[in-house]
């Protein structure tokens, strides 16, 4: 399987930056797609990024649409993504994921990122 730990969140105020980063293990890495997701209380997990395994191709939520960019580092076996120009309700638990093909994804354990104002 696939083993998935995030890192780089915590605390920042309305309008810095964070950079969230992602190590795979146990799995050849390249071939997975990899997204990001995040999670508020009480609320469903929401798809944030995501970037082909070629690293040809992105996808972003609307609401992170020109603040923050996913990457990813094949010989490093780590996916990144920036987030600059936070806002509070950007304030979630942050998960990622490995997707080889629909039905077989592999999370993290998150990492808690809080923006305050």
């Known amino acids: 399987q696939v083993q998935l730990v995030e890192s780089g969140g915590g605390l920042v105020q309305a309008g810095g930056s964070l950079r969230l980063s992602c190590a795979a293990s146990?799995?050849?890495?390249?071939?997975?797609?990899m997204g990001w997701f995040r999670q508020a209380p009480g609320k469903e997990r929401d798809l944030v990024a995501r970037?082909?395994?070629?690293?040809?191709?992105?996808y972003y939520s609307d609401f992170v649409k020109g603040r923050f960019i996913i990457s990813r580092d094949k010989a490093e076996n780590t996916a990144y993504m920036q987030m600059n120009s936070l806002k509070p309700e950007d304030t979630a638990i942050y998960y990622c994921?490995?997707?080889?093909?629909?039905?077989?994804?592999?999370w993290g354990q998150g990492t808690q990122v809080t923006v305050s104002s």
């Open positions: 994921q490995a997707r080889l093909r629909p039905g077989a994804d592999y």
């Open positions: 146990g799995r050849t890495f390249s071939m997975f797609d």
């Open positions: 970037i082909a395994w070629s690293a040809g191709s992105t």
